[in-house]
């Protein structure tokens, strides 16, 4: 009977020990980050396995078998490296797209040329401040507010004048309107809103009395006003009790009516829709004045 060499018996134990330590190695770094299960795993009972492998394995066989771990772990070291780095670019990346849509959601949310909310955002808000209102029982308040004669201001001035008169006026707005809650928006062309939650009609006359006061200390020049030697606004303000299943324009609509007659009666003033709960539009009361000429 012929029986294989030593040396040839002894290097087949080496190369299979170091193949299994390779197995290994590489299934328990594969089950440590989760790509295989651990039901799953190639050696589910590796303990056991091992134990009755160096039984029965000789020195040599043992000698292959410290190789090879040594040698998976000189090949995982280098890998575990790249995938802490890829993963650190991963995190990098989603944190400068999660910053790039909350830029895209400010922007789409705000007025381009005055940097204050848009008449969409302004809806919204809106939506949502008429329902806590009506949910806390607590006065919401409006201010529609619009600069005097600004047709006349492009006219004499330009219409890059009158960009900036528009900045200049929503920084006076954002300044009188210094809670957290408040929200200054361009409804349209030069026609500006001022929301106001957790405000009553005499809050909110105060605020149009604090902006018509910071325009005339700001004293934008307007020479062709017939009003001022400055720029002024109209105000009209409504303040009611919100009902939350009615209408909340109606709280525009009543702002927009002291707006009108703030014009009328000849601009530079406020007038007020002094209605404090949402009542039938035949049951509304008349207009209160609060004049600066």
């Known amino acids: 009977m012929q029986t294989k060499p030593k040396s040839t018996l002894s290097s087949r134990t080496g190369l299979a020990g170091c193949a299994l330590a390779v197995a290994l190695v590489l299934d328990a770094a594969l089950a440590i ?5 651990e039901r799953a795993a190639l050696f589910p009972n590796a303990t056991a396995f091992l134990d009755t492998l160096a039984a029965d394995m000789q020195p040599t066989g043992i000698a292959g078998f410290a190789s090879g771990i040594a040698l998976t772990l000189l090949l995982l070291l280098p890998m575990h490296h790249v995938y802490r780095t890829r993963e650190a670019r991963l995190l990098q990346e989603r944190e400068r797209l999660a910053a790039h849509n909350a830029k895209l959601v400010r922007q789409a949310a705000s007025d381009g040329l005055l940097g204050i909310a848009n008449r969409r955002e302004f809806e919204r808000v809106l939506k949502l401040e008429w329902l806590r209102a009506a949910r806390e029982r607590q006065p919401l308040s409006l201010l529609m507010i619009d600069i005097d004669y600004f047709k006349r201001f492009n006219d004499t001035y330009g219409h890059q004048a009158g960009d900036t ?5 929503a920084k006076v707005l954002r300044a009188a309107a210094a809670r957290p809650g408040d929200l200054v928006a361009r409804y349209g062309g030069e026609e500006m809103a001022l929301l106001m939650p957790h405000t009553g009609m ?7 009395e604090r902006i018509h006061t910071m325009l005339e200390d700001r004293a934008l020049p307007f020479s062709a006003s017939p009003v001022a030697e400055h720029v002024t606004v109209s105000i009209g303000v409504s303040s009611m009790l919100p009902v939350r299943h009615a209408n909340r324009s109606v709280l525009i609509s009543q702002a927009d009516e002291g707006l009108y007659a703030a014009k009328e009666g000849g601009r530079n003033r406020t007038e007020a829709v002094p209605n404090l709960r949402l009542i039938a539009p035949e049951e509304a009361t008349p207009l209160q004045s609060a004049s600066r000429a």
């Open 33 to 37: 980050n989760g790509l295989v299960p």
């Open 165 to 169: 008169c528009l900045r200049e006026v």
């Open 202 to 208: 005499e809050g909110a006359l105060r605020m149009a």
